[in-house]
Nanobody
Framework: QVQLVESGGGLVQPGGSLTLSCAAS????????MGWYRQAPGKQRELVAA?????NTNYADSVKDRFTISDAKNTVYLQMNSLKPEDTAVYYC????????????????WGLGTQVTVSS
């Protein structure tokens, strides 16, 4: 089993900054990519940013030049600057990887989510 634990959400004023962290633990065989998705009330979950094990990154157009994704050993970070009210959502960590028991079976793992609220 692979567990993802997020931290760093909260309430911030428009124009402010927050950093989200997500640590993966458990019987991990491989992690091919990690990323952040978000879901606002009444909307579908959407990709915010992702980073591969090779360091390639991908961002939603709405967050380019404001958010930065980075990673360290089985941990992914999302630095969020110039936050806007429309960034308010539950942010979910995602990892694409496999477990030691089934190393060739790559699947998605999800965290429980952390609330980010941008409001004055």
């Amino acid at each position: 089993q692979v567990q993802l634990v997020e931290s760093g959400g909260g309430l911030v004023q428009p124009g402010g900054s927050l950093t989200l962290s997500c640590a993966a633990s458990g019987r991990i065989a491989s992690i091919n990519a990690m990323g952040w998705y978000r879901q606002a009330p009444g909307k579908q979950r959407e990709l915010v940013a992702a980073i591969t094990s090779g360091g390639n990154t991908n961002y939603a157009d709405s967050v380019k030049d404001r958010f930065t994704i980075s990673d360290a050993k089985n941990t992914v970070y999302l630095q969020m600057n110039s936050l806007k009210p429309e960034d308010t959502a539950v942010y979910y960590c995602n990892a694409k990887g496999s477990e030691l028991a089934t190393p060739l079976y790559v699947t998605d793992y999800w965290g429980l989510g952390t609330q980010v609220t941008v409001s004055s």
